[in-house]
């Protein structure tokens, strides 16, 4: 073999060796970019789902009490999406003739109702029971041992106020408007019907006043 030829088969060697070795390379970067991106979406993802930061709560007006009746009920939505279902129990003409519960059921997200005709709290879906205290008596939320949790409530100069968090509302609304289009695609598909579509938004509470057992 000559010189020209030894020469030329270390060339194609060196050019062959330097084509794998950037090759693979630009494999390594491209999944380190790949695992990078699906890293920042689920992180994103966490944060508009689960916000850190400081919670607070605030007593929200919910309604003159003088228009609710014993028996009426409605669906409460807080600021920051929270459903709650607020029932006139009593007519003593105090704080205690209201509850007001968490509207979804601890079982499956399901939306309860009450229901005065039977003195209860009742849940469609898989015919979860709770008493008027919230306390689950029948189906699948009294079988693990479930309650609704309660909330706080006020009477002030003739107004029915509740106590709800406002846990890092603005951090929420933040996350949502820097996310790219995909990732809020992403994390609106864990909205779920039956939970009632818990929205990424914080949203101003629209009382919607309906009579117990007539929907």
């Known amino acids: ?94 704080a205690s003739d209201f509850v007001a519960f968490s509207s979804t059921c601890p079982h499956l997200g399901c939306q309860v109702n009450w229901e005065l005709q039977n003195d209860r709290f009742f849940c469609p879906c898989h015919n979860g029971v709770f008493d008027r205290d919230g306390n689950a008596t029948d189906g699948p939320p009294a079988a693990a041992g479930q309650r609704l949790p309660r909330y706080p409530l006020k009477i002030e100069n003739g107004l029915l106020f509740i106590e709800v968090q406002l846990e890092s509302a603005v951090a929420r609304q933040a996350a949502v408007n820097n996310a790219p289009a995909d990732a809020i695609e992403l994390i609106a598909g864990a909205d779920s019907p039956c939970a009632g579509g818990n929205s990424l938004m914080a949203r101003t509470p629209q009382p919607n006043r309906k009579e117990a057992g007539l929907s």
């Open 1 to 94: 073999m000559s010189n020209d030829d030894s020469t030329h088969g270390a060339s194609s060697e060196t050019t062959r060796a330097r084509r794998d070795f950037l090759s693979s390379a630009a494999t390594v970067t491209m999944a380190g970019g790949l695992a990078a991106s699906y890293g920042t979406l689920g992180a994103l993802a966490a944060r508009m789902l689960y916000p850190s930061g400081p919670s607070t709560s605030e007593w929200v007006f919910v309604t003159d009490v003088a228009s609710i009746r014993k028996g009426d009920s409605w669906v409460f939505e807080t600021p920051i999406g929270a459903k709650i279902v607020v029932a006139r129990q009593d007519d003593r003409g105090d």
